[in-house]
């Protein structure tokens, strides 16, 4: 049996699907199904199929994700199914564990994402998606993290990177989330300002704002950055 690593947001779903092969030469194997993942629910549109001796078939399950701080790197899967007959005639029911790989991650997105004015006014204007800049000045990104998940994600796990696609343009930044956050919980609204090379190219390049725990991207959004000739 063999099934890919689960990555998901706390209480979220999504279907997964396990490799089965029935190595048993001669008899098929019945019912076979995903009867439990450790902490993860198991939904109740799993398939039920029925796999002939030495061939392999595709298990679908659909699961949700628990709490992000409860689960290990390694959940087991379990695997049920029914092969021959007891002395009673009626299927025996047998099973078979799987490790995984499993992350879950905090349900954190970004908000209040774009460019404004400078970094002294955050607050004082919304932000918008494209700027227009000379070369060799600083523009501003502002932002903020919500937790729209159930479960309190503690300072400093979270960071957000700002890149700008282009680097003949400008640089990067990154600001760490120094807010613990219960449920419906947000950051102070931040702001990082970019320079603008002096010898930049004029034209547009993406600014990418990317919210991670980790190596794991939580959210990502795009903006648009335009240098004058």
């Not at 549109?45 to 628990?66: E, L, M």
Request: aromatic residues 6%.
């Amino acid at each position: 049996m063999s099934t890919e690593p689960i990555v998901m947001k706390e209480f979220q779903e999504q279907q997964i699907s396990v490799i089965v092969l029935n190595n048993n030469t001669s008899q098929p194997i019945d019912s076979v199904s995903v009867s439990s993942f450790g902490l993860f629910t198991v939904l109740g549109d799993t398939s039920n199929i029925n796999i002939p001796a030495t061939k392999q078939a595709t298990v679908n399950a659909r699961i949700q994700a628990p709490a992000f701080d409860s689960v290990e790197d390694t959940t087991m899967l379990t695997i049920s199914y029914t092969s021959g007959l007891d002395e009673d005639e009626k299927p025996v029911i047998q099973t078979k564990n799987i490790p995984v790989q499993t992350v879950v991650l905090p349900d954190a997105e970004l908000q209040f994402v774009g460019f404004v004015e400078d970094i002294d006014n955050l607050l004082a204007t919304p932000p918008v998606s494209t700027w227009e800049a000379e070369k060799g000045e600083n523009v501003t990104v502002k932002f903020s993290v919500k937790n729209s998940g159930q479960s309190t994600i503690p300072a400093d796990s979270l960071v957000v990177y700002i890149d700008i696609e282009n680097e003949l343009i400008g640089g990067n930044a990154s600001f760490n989330i120094t807010q613990a956050m219960a449920r419906g919980g947000t950051s102070y609204t931040r702001g990082v300002e970019l320079l603008i090379l002096e010898d930049a190219p004029n034209g547009e390049t993406d600014v990418s704002v990317t919210l991670m725990q980790g190596d794991y991207v939580l959210d990502t959004q795009s903006l648009v950055l335009k240098v004058k000739l």
